[in-house]
């Protein structure tokens, strides 16, 4: 398993920082956020050292995948919250201030005032939209 010693994360996962844990299975780790956005903040990531999305094989991610269901039925249950906000950034650009892949499980509450949304009156033209699909679809890796 990949692992860099100078990552938080990574040390986490070899036991040589300590977090406050939720669950664990072969590939991921789930556990409570130190800086919590709101109450029941926690972070799923995988046991092995991944920057981004970008470098996170499919199968590791659907494992990280598994995990937040998981995590998110339990604070659901445990806090039912009336809302809850799945967040993964990638790069400094996105605000990823960890550079381990990883899922932040946002409990919401209406009016909470957590800075995750964007203005739904934003609006951009059919063809603009079209063009850039079309960018994105000549990209797309076969699979």
């Not at 709101?38 to 499919?58: E, Q």
Request: proline residues 7%; contains cysteine.
């Amino acid at each position: 398993m990949m692992q860099d010693q100078s990552c938080i994360f990574c040390q986490i996962v070899a036991g040589t920082s300590q977090c406050t844990l939720l669950a664990e299975d072969e590939a991921a780790l789930a556990f409570m956020d130190i800086h919590p956005a709101n109450a029941g903040h926690c972070l799923v990531i995988p046991k092995a050292h991944y920057a981004t999305v970008f470098d996170t094989p499919p199968d590791v991610f659907a494992a990280v995948g598994r995990m937040v269901v998981r995590i998110s039925i339990a604070v659901r249950d445990a806090l039912q919250p009336p809302g809850l906000s799945l967040v993964q950034a990638n790069g400094a650009a996105a605000n990823q201030t960890v550079p381990h892949l990883h899922v932040h499980v946002l409990p919401r509450r209406q009016g909470d005032r957590l800075p995750l949304n964007w203005s739904r009156t934003r609006t951009s033209n059919a063809s603009t939209i079209a063009e850039i699909a079309e960018r994105i679809r000549q990209c797309l890796p076969a699979g």
